[in-house]
């Protein structure tokens, strides 16, 4: 994966993600709107309506039956609770002029305020009636019942109107609700499709991740760990070592006459012998607490051993040594044995006053190299002169 062209494909999921997270915010966000909305439009307002309409019916029927009475009882009509009765009308007109003009609705309205108009022309009409002084009882009172009855007409169409208007709206709003209701649920169909293609390309980037930091550190014919890790732990074993003294074993070793295996066997049985040897090494890392071991450079490895006293080094290194001539991988063109055999080359932190990896590995490499010259197949420790 070429990480720099796949910088802008992550800055593209980025901006994707934020884009995404932003419209599911907003939609939340108008969503709960909504609800608030629908709740006062189709629940509060409405219940309100209807309250005032029927307290407006409830009070015009107060003064039919109070005209009644005065007429059997035969009581002055022009009284005082009559003409608060009217009052009161009024003050229900306010009320109801309020709450339909709360009502936010898509439908016309206009027609409600000329029902509401016409009755307060005739509660008005019946008020100036009361308050007038009159001369002809007779007259005055059929004017009254008439009044009333204009009242009560204008009322009862004012009611049916209004209670109309309501199952309109209402209707109308349960349909802008099952609209939020499916646009809820393609919302949420959405946000798992997200959530899963999410998922998807968060566990293919870490895959790759995994991958890239695997194959970072790892030698791809062994799978031991690359030079480059050597170098990393090395340098950590190092510093540790001159900040508290814990002690650090190198261990380096090369096949012996690899070439020559190499020229009689072929390329791709050097390549099975190698990965052989590094199997054993792997053994070794889980077998050996501690222990790490590398693939260096083509045929040669290293160990690194953090712990380890100075004389049980070059034991270590013989562990190792015998450990891959027991494999007993035929070199039929070595001079020294029948199997593939390495030589070892050991230095040790103690050796150093102040360590340094360049120091350690020289070291190590000059035993190798004794090793070689002292006849092969066998481990030499680093001596200090
Ligand atoms: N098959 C295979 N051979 C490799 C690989 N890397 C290095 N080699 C071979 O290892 C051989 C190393 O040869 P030399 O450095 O001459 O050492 P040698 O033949 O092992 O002899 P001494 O080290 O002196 O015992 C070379 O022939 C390289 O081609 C690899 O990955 N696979």
Redo the contacts with the bound molecule.
């Keep these: 994966m070429n990480l720099s062209k796949s910088r802008p494909f992550h800055i593209a999921s980025l901006l994707i993600v934020i884009i995404i997270l932003a419209g599911l915010g907003s939609s939340l966000l108008k969503f709960k709107n909504s609800i608030q909305d629908i709740q006062k439009n189709v629940g509060t307002t409405p219940h309100e309506i209807r309250y005032q309409l029927h307290q407006s019916i409830s009070q015009v029927a107060l003064i039919e039956q109070e005209m009644w009475l005065r007429k059997r009882y035969s009581l002055p009509y022009n009284s005082r609770s009559m003409i608060n009765r009217t009052e009161q009308l009024k003050y229900r007109i306010v009320n109801i002029r309020g709450t339909w003009g709360a009502l936010d609705t898509n439908l016309d309205k206009s027609h409600l305020w000329k029902e509401i108009d016409e009755f307060e022309k005739q509660t008005l009409a019946l008020e100036t009636l009361l308050r007038s002084p009159f001369d002809d009882e007779l007259e005055y009172t059929r004017q009254l019942s008439y009044q009333v009855l204009k009242l009560k007409i204008v009322n009862a169409e004012m009611f049916s109107q209004g209670s109309k208007f309501l199952r309109h709206h209402t209707e109308n709003y349960v349909t802008k609700l099952s609209n939020v209701a499916t646009a809820i649920n393609v919302l949420i169909v959405v946000f798992i499709l997200f959530l899963g293609v999410l998922s998807y390309f968060l566990l293919l980037i870490f895959k790759q991740r995994n991958k890239l930091n695997r194959l970072s550190k790892e030698d791809p ?1 062994t799978q031991l760990y690359n030079r480059r890790q050597f170098n990393v732990h090395l340098r950590q074993a190092v510093e540790r070592y001159n900040r508290t003294r814990t002690p650090v074993t190198l261990i380096v070793f ?10 009689s066997m ?6 099975k ?2 990965q052989v040897i590094s199997k054993r090494l792997a053994s070794f890392n889980k077998e050996i607490s501690g222990l790490d071991s590398y693939r260096v ?3 040669e490895f290293a160990c690194i051993y953090s712990g380890l006293e100075y004389e049980d080094g070059q034991t270590l290194a013989e562990t190792i040594r015998t450990a891959i001539e027991d494999l007993s991988i035929p070199h039929k063109l070595s001079t020294i044995s029948d199997n593939i055999t390495v ?1 070892v080359g050991v230095a040790h932190s103690s050796q150093f006053d102040v360590a340094t990896m360049d120091s350690l590995y020289s070291a190590a490499d000059q035993a190798l190299y004794q090793a ?1 010259e002292h006849g ?1 197949n066998q481990s030499c420790q680093f001596k200090t002169d």
């Design positions: 014919l090369d096949v012996d006459f690899f070439k020559m295996f190499n020229d072929g390329h791709v049985a050097g390549d012998a190698l450079g083509g045929e030589s070689k092969r």
